[in-house]
């Protein structure tokens, strides 16, 4: 920064007790503005009402107290870009709408005051399980505590809201499992807000299931599969950050017999869009090759790619 480098990747910046690792730094002429590259789109809301991610936000508005504290700072704005490859400026000082003076620079400093006093131990957190736990440093420590614990959100399906609604309840999912929830409901409402009651018999149901001491799946209705004498199983890897599909791969089984399984592995051999184009055209090859093939995977992502 001092050199004025006109953009830096990955920098590593503190001031006082503040560290930060932002994706980009830019250099404006006076000032550097600060930058995160993301997997996600960069706005929440339909495109006429769209309005900046507040998690977006008050990440990258730390790296931009570091730069004022720093005198580095070329003003409250910062940018995002992304998985479209699309940069969008947030404002750190706009409020949120017309009745609402809330700011991002606002909200991250309630959540700067919140992360001082969990590290000054004036504030003890509950962790809760959700989806975007595997992408967290903390994943392994906050799984073993709520293992330990023996957390509700553990029971897929039932975050962190429902969690907490329930909590002054169940304490945990043994908890949970030996209660009887019709008590819970009246009519078409329960105890819990937003917990319906075909929700709460449900997430009861998986309690007392993992609570067994052989938990084992069962159907709750009749299914009746497609027959094949070829079936296949599919599944892809791709990098979202690049937007680029490099592996289809098929493991194929004939008969039901697991001895005749084999995989077929389709690969982009390089980051190119011929390459990408290539990989797609061999595993669209080797499944008109199969038209009558029973084809499994794992969830809508793969059909949609």
């Keep these: 920064m001092l050199r004025r480098e006109p953009l830096i990747y990955n920098g590593r910046i503190t001031a006082d007790d503040l560290l930060g690792e932002p994706d980009l730094l830019r250099f404006t002429g006076h000032g550097y503005v600060a930058g995160d590259i993301k ?22 508005a730390l790296y931009t107290d570091i730069l004022e504290r720093k005198g580095m700072s070329a003003g409250r704005l910062l940018f995002i870009i992304d998985i479209n490859g699309q940069e969008i400026t947030y ?3 706009e409020p949120f709408g017309f009745r609402n003076p809330t700011t991002l620079w606002i909200r991250y400093q309630e959540a700067l005051a919140e992360a001082r006093g969990i590290v000054n131990h004036h504030h003890e957190t509950l962790a809760a399980y ?5 992408l967290c440093w903390w994943y392994s420590a906050c799984t073993k505590k709520l293992a330990a614990d023996d957390d509700l959100t ?5 975050g962190r809201a429902k969690r907490d609604a329930m909590l002054s309840h169940f304490e945990n999912v043994a908890a949970f499992a030996e209660t009887s929830v019709a008590s819970f409901i009246s009519g078409k409402k ?5 917990i319906g009651p075909n929700v709460l018999r449900k997430l009861h149901e998986r309690a007392r299931l993992v609570s067994s001491p052989n938990p084992q799946p069962y159907l709750s209705a009749p299914l009746t599969l497609p027959h094949s004498e070829i079936e296949v199983f599919f599944d892809i890897e791709t990098d979202p950050m690049r937007d680029f599909c490099y592996l289809h791969g ?5 008969g039901g017999d697991n001895s005749t399984e084999r995989f077929d592995a389709f690969f982009a051999s390089d980051l190119s869009a011929e390459a990408e184009h290539d990989a797609f055209a061999s595993a669209w090859e080797y499944l008109c090759a199969r038209p009558k093939a029973i084809i499994y995977f794992y969830s809508k992502y793969e059909r949609t790619i």
């Design 39 to 60: 997997s996600g789109v960069g706005e929440d809301g339909q495109e006429d009402l769209s309005k900046p991610k507040i998690r977006y936000g008050v990440q990258v």
């Design 154 to 158: 553990l029971l897929p399906e039932l």
């Design 130 to 134: 959700s989806s975007p736990c595997k």
């Design 250 to 254: 098929m493991l194929e089984r004939r």
């Design 190 to 194: 329960t105890l819990f807000t937003g």
């Design 91 to 93: 404002d750190l000082d």
